[in-house]
């Protein structure tokens, strides 16, 4: 595809349910990133996959929370008895490669995530 | 902690004025340091990295590690600037990970 792409564009679900929300990144780029962004903040770090093994998870939250990129492109992120704090958009980026070396991250237009 | 701030969530600036987007950021090595922006219903994007030392859509930014800052500057700001506008840095350690600072939304007013 041309871009990032990432589906659903909105997701609602309630407290407690499961849910999944995929990014399909650019094609060739092996660097791919999930971000959450909460309203006023910036986009917080949670996970990045170097190929098909997760580089660096330092940044998601709990145990609730895991990502899979089992063949090197698509990723899903997973999120397990979800609560209203994970309310938030969660974006998805690839890069060409690692981070310094390109510095230019491709970002999705993002899965808006609503926890009644 | 490494941190990036920004210290105004909103700037308003009338067209043809000079612009300054703040960004300060706590690390004592090297990072790299980039501009994203986001315009209305927009993907975020890569506006401008110190290490290209580049101008894009008249913007400039200058790493000043002496005063721990990468503040955005563009002498003459058009209405099509208004946006939001996160600056980020790579910490050079790692290299992988990208953080971003809180944003800063800029209104150009005709």
């Known amino acids: 595809g041309a871009g990032v792409s990432q589906t659903p564009s909105n997701k609602v679900t309630e407290k407690g349910k499961y849910v999944e929300l995929r990014c399909d990144p650019i094609s060739g780029h092996t660097a791919l990133y999930w971000y959450r962004q909460s309203l006023g903040q910036g986009p917080e770090f949670l996970i990045y996959f170097q190929g098909t093994g997760a580089a660096d998870d330092s940044g998601l939250p709990n145990d609730r929370f895991f990502a899979v990129r089992p063949e090197g492109s698509v990723s899903t992120l997973k999120i397990q008895r979800t609560e209203r704090g994970d309310s938030a958009v969660y974006l998805c980026a690839s890069s060409l490669m690692a981070g310094r070396n390109t510095g230019e991250l491709f970002f999705g237009e993002g899965s808006r995530l609503t926890v009644l | 902690a490494q941190r990036v701030t920004q210290p105004e969530k909103l700037l308003s600036v009338f067209k043809g004025a000079p612009v300054e987007l703040k960004c300060n950021y706590s690390?004592?090595?090297?990072?790299?340091l980039f501009w994203y922006v986001q315009y209305s219903r927009q993907r975020l994007q890569l506006l401008l990295r110190h290490i290209s030392r580049e101008s894009i859509k008249g913007f400039t930014a200058d790493l000043n590690k002496g005063e721990t800052s990468f503040h955005l500057k563009k002498p003459f700001a058009q209405e099509e600037d208004s946006a939001m506008y996160y600056c980020a840095l790579i910490l050079d350690n790692y290299g992988q990970n990208f953080v971003f600072g809180p944003g800063t939304r800029l209104s150009v007013l005709p």
């Open positions: 690390y004592s090595g090297s990072p790299e």
